[in-house]
């Protein structure tokens, strides 16, 4: 087949409209074309007044090459790539080791169902609940102000991608089409097939939830094993060589390669971890604050008269602004037609994330607006990062009342620093609710003057993007993991062998989609390691 990209057509185009944009742009007859789908489509809404979708189109043709070779100069014309999933291996029929995947969020999960589909039965060990019970602790903080430290957003079956946005897209480098690995699995296990063709694909929270565990049962169909409430708190390190694991419940199992694939929360295992001497660095995060408007608004900006279109949907936004003082603020993780969510897993801490459902049709649209940061902003080793989050998590708990309430600000008191009193026509969606006071000492002052600068700057991209009543609520600091736990080109750790580090916690992920990515790429490197060690096993009893 053939991939033609940029076809442009109006949005309230005819279903017919396409295969006879593609038929004109080849300069063949229209019924010269045969099977046809989607592979790509998205909305260019650079000019809201003339909003159109482009689409990317795989389509079969009597003969391939004659076309390819009349339109070699155009790039938007190319053979479709080989786009299935291709497995490196398969586990012999005796296996050595059972391998160990610690964490399921994203990357466990994928890591995990690599391994089951290659047969190697994996071990999974997950320090929080099942995502049911999972969410019932987490809307206990949110209605009820009681957090559970092992069962919240950030930790449990899913991981913090459950409570979010559910958003599928990802700027990573993807040369093996991991991605749509990712993308068909989810399919497989419930979610819509438009994910596999909307640029912006995304599931929302309730459809995550029995994905999850729709994934879950298929790892164990396979021959795996999902552990939850089962903590890692040790290593076992000889030489330079993975060992085995311990956990808090006082059992340690016998394990040569371990998949790390921690959330970026799990601190308490980070400590361990550097406490060992297993090798890490920190690394560039962001910090800042949730700010929400009406998604009516959102839409107006964006779409013009096309607002409300049901096949646009809730409009969404990217924005960056690099300011006088050096620093950079941008949107970060913005969820249309969401809510601002309670995101902390330490007491007395408060940490705000966004999440919409998959309906996106919550009053209003949220989105962090984050600055970047650098170790040289808070130095003193790896772990540095996570002490600065810590600092700021307390702080905006103590703004808050302490009683997990979020200290919130609208725009206009922000700009002018001055205390709110009193919210005006956009009521904020933070479960467990917000306190109004000033905001200006609940982030660095860099951070502070960088988003004044920036709100009135996104303004000029978003008309009323700084409106007064706008609201800010604070802190987002989890934005990505503080530090990382470098691997090699092979994918272990730099100082220990059999030791995997993966996804977003390890600092080589940012999202759902990056995430599942690096753990297929993980579990691929992991099964090249034990099928060469099976072999070269098997040749010395020879």
């Known amino acids: ?97 059972r391998p160990i995947v610690v964490g399921f969020g994203p990357a466990g999960i994928f890591a995990a169902l690599i391994l089951a589909q290659s047969g190697f039965r994996p071990i999974v060990l997950e320090r929080g609940k099942a995502v049911r019970e999972r969410t019932q602790d987490t809307w206990g903080l949110w209605r009820k102000k009681v957090l559970d430290p092992e069962s919240n957003v950030q930790f449990g079956e899913g991981g913090a991608g459950t409570f979010s946005d559910g958003k599928l897209y990802s700027q990573i480098k993807d040369p093996q089409h991991h991605g749509r690995k990712v993308l068909e699995e989810f399919v497989k296990a419930g979610a819509p097939e438009e994910i596999l063709y909307a640029s912006k694909p995304h599931i929302g ?19 795996g094993e999902v552990r939850f409430q089962q903590r890692l708190t040790g290593l076992t390190i000889e030489q330079g060589r993975l060992r085995g ?38 690394k560039p995060f962001s910090i800042g604050l949730r700010i929400e408007h009406p998604q009516a608004l959102i839409d107006q900006a964006r779409f013009g008269r096309h607002a409300g279109n049901p096949l646009l949907g809730a409009a969404d936004y990217k924005l960056v602004h690099h300011c006088h003082n050096g620093r950079s603020v941008y949107s970060f993780c913005m969820c249309p037609g969401g809510t601002v969510v309670a995101a902390t897993s330490e007491e007395r801490r408060v940490v705000t994330n966004g999440m919409s459902q998959y309906s996106r049709n919550e009053r209003n649209a949220n989105a962090g607006i984050v600055v970047g940061i650098t170790p040289l902003d808070y130095p003193g080793g790896p772990l540095a990062g996570i002490a600065l989050q810590r600092q700021l998590e307390s702080r905006a708990f103590e703004l808050g009342g302490g009683s997990y309430e979020a200290p919130a ?35 660095p002052e860099y951070a502070i003057a960088a988003i004044r600068e920036a709100l009135p700057a996104f303004a000029r991209q978003i008309r009323g993007f700084d409106m007064a009543d706008a609201v800010l609520t604070g802190v987002e600091t989890r934005t990505s993991s503080p530090l990382r736990i470098t691997r090699g080109s092979d994918f272990q750790s730099l100082n220990v062998r059999g030791l995997y580090p993966a996804g977003e916690g390890a600092g080589y992920a940012g999202g759902i989609l990056s995430a599942g990515v690096d753990g297929i790429r993980v579990a691929e490197a992991l099964t090249r390691q034990m099928l060469k060690d099976a072999s070269a096993l098997v040749a010395s009893v020879r």
Not at 245 to 267: C, F, K, P, T
Not at 419 to 440: E, K
């Open 1 to 97: 087949m053939l991939r033609i990209s940029e076809i442009r057509l109006p949005i309230d185009h005819p279903p017919e409209a396409l295969p006879v944009a593609v038929a004109a742009r080849l300069g063949i007859p229209r019924s010269a074309i045969g099977a046809t789908s989607v592979f790509r489509r998205s909305h260019d809404a650079r000019k809201a007044s003339a909003l159109v979708f482009s689409y990317s189109v795989d389509v079969a043709v009597a003969d391939e090459a004659l076309l390819l070779g009349k339109f070699a100069a155009d790039r938007r014309l190319q053979p479709t790539p080989d786009m299935r999933y291709h497995f490196v291996g398969q586990a012999p029929a005796k296996l050595a080791s």
């Open 245 to 282: 694991v311990s956990l808090a419940s006082g059992e340690q199992l016998v394990g040569e390669q371990v998949i790390l694939a921690l959330g970026h929360s799990a601190r308490d295992t980070f400590e361990m971890l550097h406490g060992a001497g297993v090798f890490m660095e920190a």
């Open 205 to 223: 929270t309730f459809r995550l939830v029995a994905m999850v565990e729709k994934m879950r049962r298929e790892i164990e169909r396979l021959g």
């Open 409 to 443: 600000q609208l725009v206009g008191d922000f700009l002018a620093d001055r205390p709110s009193t009193r919210l005006g026509t956009v009521i904020p969606s933070y479960r467990p609710g917000v306190r109004l006071t000033n905001l200006a000492s609940a982030l």
